[in-house]
Nanobody, 126 residues
Framework: QVQLVESGGGSVQAGGSLRLSCAAS????????LAWFRQAPEKERERVAG???????SYADSVKGRFTISQDNAKNTLYLQMTSLKPEDTAMYYC????????????????????WGQGTQVTVSS
């Protein structure tokens, strides 16, 4: 059973930084792809950062240049470094896992991610 535990959320002022972590367990190797999603109140959950079909990093346009995703395979941990935070980044941030594409790489579609962490809240004040 895949388990994901996020940490690192908090409250910061606009322009500040946070680093989210997601500890993954319950699987070995690169069976699953990991990605970050977020959901603000009364908004749909959206993909923030992950890896694409070429296993390259990919980002939502709204966070490009400000957020950096990375993965430590030895620790089975996913990170999201967030800088220059804006009030519109306020949301619950989720780590999710989904099966890797048979032909390699990761899916971008949220529907392909079937394991979710409990989320960590990020609040950015102006």
């Amino acid at each position: 059973q895949v388990q994901l535990v996020e940490s690192g959320g908090g409250s910061v002022q606009a322009g500040g930084s946070l680093r989210l972590s997601c500890a993954a367990s319950g699987y070995t190797g690169s069976t699953y792809c990991l990605a970050w999603f977020r959901q603000a109140p009364e908004k749909e959950r959206e993909r923030v950062a992950g890896f694409d079909i070429f296993s390259s990093t990919s980002y939502a346009d709204s966070v490009k240049g400000r957020f950096t995703i990375s993965q430590d395979n030895a620790k089975n941990t996913l990170y999201l470094q967030m800088t220059s935070l804006k009030p519109e980044d306020t949301a619950m941030y989720y780590c999710a896992a989904g099966p890797r594409r048979i032909s390699g790489g990761c899916y971008l579609d949220i529907s392909r991610y079937n394991y979710w962490g409990q989320g960590t809240q990020v609040t950015v004040s102006s």
